[in-house]
């Protein structure tokens, strides 16, 4: 027991307390205001073990009577009280065991609001039991059956690929490939929102078909045989797939090479793909129609320039009010250069360029344009002090321009592709690309070894376009015939003007329901006023 004023005293058996030279005992009460009277100094004191007795000299002889009476049932609510086993207990978890004696007041009257079902604590909300009554067991919980669970499907590897319900067709797969005088290019999409697609796989390597084609005027074995195993690769990717609608095409190497027909007959009985030349001019309405979507609405004109490893073409667009979806009937004036990177840097070399040697290439390329009869800026601008009249220009050497001036660890499409450059960002692009020698520009991972000899021809090219179309910007397109080839065939195939598929769908003869009723109900109406 604990005294309030000395702390925990050891307690003394109950025939000591009663032997002691005849002191009168006194009883403290429990209960609501009970007080300790404090014994005078010199008087023999007893504590009964658990009672908390006091005796005292002056009480009352019928209060000394009923004493025994008292004592009994204080001892007897006190041991039912404290549990037999909470001792124990407390020593052995280390917390303090809730009791029923905790939760009863000093009238004896248990506080319920305190007491849960079958007179356990209550925990505080969100916790758990601190502990439960010592010498509690735990009681045996009736067993449940095991609800049976059905076996979990095996999660999918491939977490991107949108769901599509039975029954619900996919968007069809079109395929454009272009072989060119430098590289063999290919690209499967599906059309996605109007004028947009999605690109479902690509293909691109550099193979030179041209290589040689300017001093022989036919296409080299070794070009040829680098044509065919990057064509083969092509022909295994669409063979994996079921494409709708397809176009495979050959420019300016196949169109000019004495030996081109022979090319393409071989490469159909190697790879299976049927190749068709292409003129010049569908040449440059394919490369406006893929860059249709980089064209501002505020702007009048523009000049579209591609430029090819074997030739270079060049379009007049003129955009009046009426501005048409397809951007290459605005076509007013066209050409085609018979010159590109390739056949260029052959004639004055590509590896060491010097400033003497670079506007030799640009002269000439300006005597080619000068027999191109085109409007004037002024006219092309239409009188806006050049606020409506840009370049745009969609070719290697271009995107070059741009990852360099980008300053790109590694080149970036995304970052590439519908830039605008500054003429003087442009002209001190070329500048720094002039100062380079042939290491440093294989270096560039913007460039490479494959085009570090290219590079520069194509910027003398850009250079004679750029003095014969005065622009303050020009715009960076990393786009070019395949994107043009898909843009048409998509087109022409209405596959923008279909509704988009529902991702889920009812079942095929299921009868539609609620607002779905409806709907169908009045499309069936407006089908009829049609």
């Known amino acids: 027991m604990k005294d309030p004023d000395h702390g925990e005293k050891p307690s003394e058996s109950g025939a000591s307390a009663a032997g002691r030279g005849g002191a009168q005992k006194h009883a403290s009460r429990g209960g609501k205001g009970k007080r300790k009277r404090r014994r005078p100094s010199g008087l023999p004191s007893a504590t ?12 009352p002889a019928a209060l000394d009577e009923a004493e025994p009476a008292r004592k009994r049932k204080r001892r007897r609510r006190s041991k039912a009280a404290r549990p037999q086993g909470q001792a124990a207990a407390a020593a052995s978890s280390g917390i303090a065991a809730h009791s029923d004696a905790a939760t009863t007041d000093r009238k004896g009257k248990k506080a319920r609001h305190r007491r849960g079902l079958q007179g356990r604590p209550l925990a505080s909300r969100g916790k758990p039991l601190a502990a439960e009554r010592a010498g509690d067991q735990p009681r045996p919980r009736p067993t449940e059956a095991a609800a049976p669970q059905a076996p979990q499907p095996a999660r999918s590897e491939n977490l991107r690929a949108p769901h599509v319900a039975p029954g619900d067709p996919s968007a069809p797969l079109y395929a454009a490939l272009d072989l060119g005088t430098n590289n ?61 609608r397809r176009r495979l095409i050959a420019t300016e190497a196949a169109r000019s090479a ?21 003129n010049r001019e569908t040449e440059a309405r394919l490369a406006v129609s893929g860059c249709s979507s980089l064209v501002d609405r505020e702007t009048k004109s523009v000049v579209l320039f591609d430029i090819g490893g074997g030739s270079s073409e060049i379009a007049v667009i003129r955009i009046g009010e009426n501005r048409s979806s397809r ?20 004639r004055h070399g590509g590896e060491h360029v010097t400033p003497q040697s670079f506007e030799t290439m640009v002269r000439e390329v300006e005597a080619m344009l000068a027999r191109f009869d085109s409007p004037s800026v002024d006219m092309l601008a239409g009188g806006t002090s050049g606020g409506g009249f840009h370049l745009i220009g969609t070719s290697g050497t271009v995107t070059t321009l741009a990852g360099v001036h980008l300053d790109l660890p590694r080149y970036d499409r995304r970052r590439v592709d519908g830039l605008w450059l500054s003429d003087a960002q442009v002209s001190a692009m070329q500048a720094r690309l002039l100062s380079w020698d042939f290491a440093a520009r294989a270096a560039n991972p913007c460039i490479g070894p494959d085009r570090a000899d290219l590079v520069l021809a194509g910027c003398a090219i850009l250079e004679a376009i750029r003095r014969r179309w005065p622009s303050t ?34 079942a095929p003869n299921a009868p539609p329901a609620g607002e779905e009723r409806n709907r169908a109900q009045d499309k069936v109406h407006e089908g009829t006023k049609a």
């Not at 009672?51 to 009480?59: F, H, V």
């Not at 063999?184 to 293909?203: E, S, W």
């Not at 015939?481 to 843009?487: I, W």
Request: with cysteine; hydrophobic share 40%; charged share 30%.
């Open 184 to 244: 063999c290019r290919l690209l499967v999409a599906q059309p996605t929102r109007p004028g947009q697609f999605r690109v479902v796989d690509a293909f691109s390597r550099i193979v030179r078909l041209g290589e040689g084609l300017g001093a022989s005027g036919r296409l080299s074995d070794d070009a040829m045989e680098r044509s065919l195993e990057a064509l083969k690769i092509c022909a295994a990717k669409l063979k994996l797939r079921s494409i709708r």
């Open 258 to 278: 004495a030996n081109g027909e022979a090319f393409l007959k071989r490469v159909a009985e190697e790879t299976g793909l049927d190749l068709e030349i292409i």
């Open 48 to 59: 009964a073990s658990g009672s908390g007795l006091t005796g005292e000299a002056g009480r």
């Open 327 to 346: 951007l290459a009937n605005h076509i007013t004036h066209w050409t085609s250069l018979p010159v590109g990177v390739v056949t260029l840097s052959e």
């Open 473 to 506: 910007r020009m715009r960076v397109a990393d786009r070019g015939l395949r994107e043009g080839l898909l843009t048409d065939m998509m087109a022409d195939d209405g596959a923008w003007r279909r509704s988009r598929p529902r991702r889920y769908q009812r």
